[in-house]
């Protein structure tokens, strides 16, 4: 459905080679706290490194639970992403 968020790199024009390497390493830090499952979910919820979005009945579908659990996986994994971004911020 998607790629591995170890393949995940920023696509931005304006970034130098460093800054692509220094936000490599940001999003690897912060997606070390999340589970694979959180972090496929929030790589399909939002089309993370070059995949499509995805509904959450559809990621749902590929994991096998409802809607409304992804919807709750998606939550859980929005706040540990919100507080290690913020002790990184620090």
């Known amino acids: 459905m998607c790629i591995p968020i170890e393949s995940v790199s920023p696509s931005s024009q304006s970034l ?39 509904l959450l009945r559809d990621i749902g579908a590929v994991i096998g639970v409802s809607g409304e659990r992804v919807r709750q996986i998606q939550s859980v994994a929005e706040k540990k992403l919100r507080r290690e971004a913020a002790y990184h911020a620090q």
């Open 16 to 54: 130098s080679i460093e800054d692509n390497l220094d936000s490599d390493v940001v999003i690897e830090q912060l997606f070390r706290v999340l589970s694979p499952i959180e972090r496929f979910v929030i790589v399909s919820r939002y089309g993370i490194g070059g995949c499509k979005k995805h």
